[in-house]
Nanobody, 118 residues
Protein backbone atom coordinates (compact mmCIF):
# COMPACT_ATOMS: atom_id res chain seq x y z
CA UNK A 1 0.00 0.00 0.00
CA UNK A 2 1.37 3.38 -0.99
CA UNK A 3 0.04 6.91 -0.82
CA UNK A 4 1.92 9.51 -2.83
CA UNK A 5 1.24 13.12 -1.87
CA UNK A 6 2.30 15.80 -4.31
CA UNK A 7 1.56 19.33 -5.42
CA UNK A 8 3.17 21.34 -2.69
CA UNK A 9 5.23 24.41 -3.35
CA UNK A 10 5.64 28.10 -2.73
CA UNK A 11 2.67 30.39 -3.25
CA UNK A 12 1.88 33.96 -2.34
CA UNK A 13 -0.87 34.81 0.11
CA UNK A 14 -4.19 34.79 -1.70
CA UNK A 15 -2.98 32.21 -4.19
CA UNK A 16 -3.99 28.63 -4.84
CA UNK A 17 -2.48 25.17 -4.89
CA UNK A 18 -3.90 21.73 -5.54
CA UNK A 19 -2.51 18.77 -3.66
CA UNK A 20 -2.89 15.22 -4.91
CA UNK A 21 -2.87 11.97 -2.96
CA UNK A 22 -2.43 9.06 -5.35
CA UNK A 23 -3.04 5.58 -3.95
CA UNK A 24 -1.63 2.29 -5.09
CA UNK A 25 -2.21 -1.16 -3.70
CA UNK A 26 -5.68 -0.22 -2.47
CA UNK A 27 -8.96 0.91 -3.90
CA UNK A 28 -9.04 4.38 -2.42
CA UNK A 29 -12.79 4.74 -2.91
CA UNK A 30 -13.21 2.16 -0.13
CA UNK A 31 -11.37 4.41 2.33
CA UNK A 32 -11.85 7.62 4.21
CA UNK A 33 -9.05 9.83 2.95
CA UNK A 34 -7.88 12.68 5.10
CA UNK A 35 -5.47 15.54 4.63
CA UNK A 36 -3.43 16.61 7.64
CA UNK A 37 -0.80 19.26 8.12
CA UNK A 38 2.00 19.93 10.52
CA UNK A 39 3.56 23.34 10.89
CA UNK A 40 7.00 23.78 12.47
CA UNK A 41 6.79 23.38 16.22
CA UNK A 42 3.13 22.39 16.14
CA UNK A 43 1.17 19.18 16.33
CA UNK A 44 -0.22 17.53 13.26
CA UNK A 45 -3.81 18.60 12.66
CA UNK A 46 -6.66 17.43 10.50
CA UNK A 47 -7.48 19.68 7.57
CA UNK A 48 -10.15 17.86 5.58
CA UNK A 49 -11.49 14.40 4.96
CA UNK A 50 -13.75 12.59 2.53
CA UNK A 51 -15.50 9.35 3.35
CA UNK A 52 -16.03 6.39 1.06
CA UNK A 53 -19.58 7.67 0.64
CA UNK A 54 -18.41 11.12 -0.35
CA UNK A 55 -19.16 12.99 2.87
CA UNK A 56 -16.69 15.74 3.59
CA UNK A 57 -15.43 17.47 6.71
CA UNK A 58 -13.23 20.50 7.10
CA UNK A 59 -11.33 22.20 9.86
CA UNK A 60 -12.88 25.53 10.75
CA UNK A 61 -9.68 27.27 9.70
CA UNK A 62 -10.04 26.13 6.07
CA UNK A 63 -13.80 26.07 5.57
CA UNK A 64 -14.79 28.03 2.51
CA UNK A 65 -11.22 28.06 1.19
CA UNK A 66 -10.25 24.40 0.77
CA UNK A 67 -12.13 21.70 -1.09
CA UNK A 68 -11.45 17.98 -0.90
CA UNK A 69 -12.54 15.74 -3.75
CA UNK A 70 -11.81 12.34 -5.18
CA UNK A 71 -11.38 10.84 -8.63
CA UNK A 72 -12.04 7.16 -8.20
CA UNK A 73 -10.97 6.33 -11.73
CA UNK A 74 -7.56 7.81 -10.95
CA UNK A 75 -7.51 6.38 -7.40
CA UNK A 76 -6.62 9.90 -6.29
CA UNK A 77 -7.90 12.42 -3.77
CA UNK A 78 -7.32 16.14 -4.21
CA UNK A 79 -7.16 19.11 -1.90
CA UNK A 80 -7.85 22.37 -3.68
CA UNK A 81 -6.54 25.24 -1.59
CA UNK A 82 -7.67 28.76 -2.44
CA UNK A 83 -7.24 32.13 -0.75
CA UNK A 84 -4.23 30.78 0.99
CA UNK A 85 -2.78 32.40 4.07
CA UNK A 86 0.70 32.35 5.60
CA UNK A 87 -0.71 30.25 8.43
CA UNK A 88 -1.44 27.50 5.92
CA UNK A 89 2.31 26.93 5.68
CA UNK A 90 3.00 23.35 6.73
CA UNK A 91 3.92 19.90 5.58
CA UNK A 92 0.73 18.29 4.28
CA UNK A 93 0.10 14.56 4.60
CA UNK A 94 -2.66 12.31 3.37
CA UNK A 95 -3.99 9.30 5.23
CA UNK A 96 -6.23 6.47 4.13
CA UNK A 97 -8.36 4.85 6.82
CA UNK A 98 -10.56 1.80 6.77
CA UNK A 99 -12.22 0.06 9.72
CA UNK A 100 -12.94 -3.31 8.11
CA UNK A 101 -11.20 -5.92 6.05
CA UNK A 102 -9.71 -5.94 3.51
CA UNK A 103 -7.05 -3.33 4.09
CA UNK A 104 -8.22 -2.52 7.60
CA UNK A 105 -6.02 0.15 9.15
CA UNK A 106 -4.45 3.55 8.60
CA UNK A 107 -1.98 4.28 5.84
CA UNK A 108 0.04 7.49 5.62
CA UNK A 109 1.67 9.08 2.66
CA UNK A 110 4.87 11.08 2.78
CA UNK A 111 4.44 14.80 3.24
CA UNK A 112 4.48 17.58 0.72
CA UNK A 113 5.65 21.02 1.79
CA UNK A 114 3.40 24.03 1.30
CA UNK A 115 4.84 27.48 1.90
CA UNK A 116 2.66 30.58 1.74
CA UNK A 117 4.52 33.87 1.62
CA UNK A 118 3.01 37.11 2.87
Amino acid sequence: VQLQASGGGLVQAGGSLRLSCAASGIVSSMFTIGWYRQAPGKQRESVASISSGGSTNYADSVKGRFTISRDNAQNTVYLQMNSMKPEDTAVYYCKASRSSWPWKGDYWGQGTLVTVSS
